[in-house]
């Protein structure tokens, strides 16, 4: 059975920073690439970030290019998301993505 448990998310102010952690377990992690989204109250989900199998290729979304960095730890099945510079608009559930698969999520409140 597939699992993806995000952690990590927080109320923090306005150029703050949160690292999001996502633990995933029911497949082989290392084959796979694999992805952040996120769904602000309200909104539909918008996609964030994506990470090859390897870790060595990355994209982001325009929203937060430049503020972000996903990375991954294949021996430990984990998914990470740095984020900086944290905006108000990045308030938002944010989740990992398998294949379609999407885990419970981490709300991150931005707001002073």
């Known amino acids: 059975d597939v699992q993806l448990q995000a952690s990590g998310g927080g109320l923090v102010q306005p150029g703050g920073s949160l690292r999001l952690s996502c633990q995933a377990s029911?497949?082989?992690?290392?084959?796979?690439?694999i992805m952040w989204f996120r769904q602000a109250p309200g909104k539909g989900p918008e996609w964030v970030s994506r990470?090859?199998?390897?870790?060595?290729?990355?994209s982001y979304s325009d929203s937060v290019k430049g503020r972000s960095t996903i990375s991954r730890d294949n021996a430990k099945n984990t998914l990470y998301l740095q984020m900086d510079s944290l905006k108000p608009e990045d308030t938002a559930v944010y989740y990992c993505?398998?294949?379609?698969?999407r885990g419970q999520g981490t709300l991150v409140t931005v707001s002073s």
């Open positions: 990470i090859d199998s390897s870790g060595r290729t990355t």
């Open positions: 029911g497949f082989i992690f290392n084959l796979y690439p």
């Open positions: 993505d398998w294949q379609g698969k």
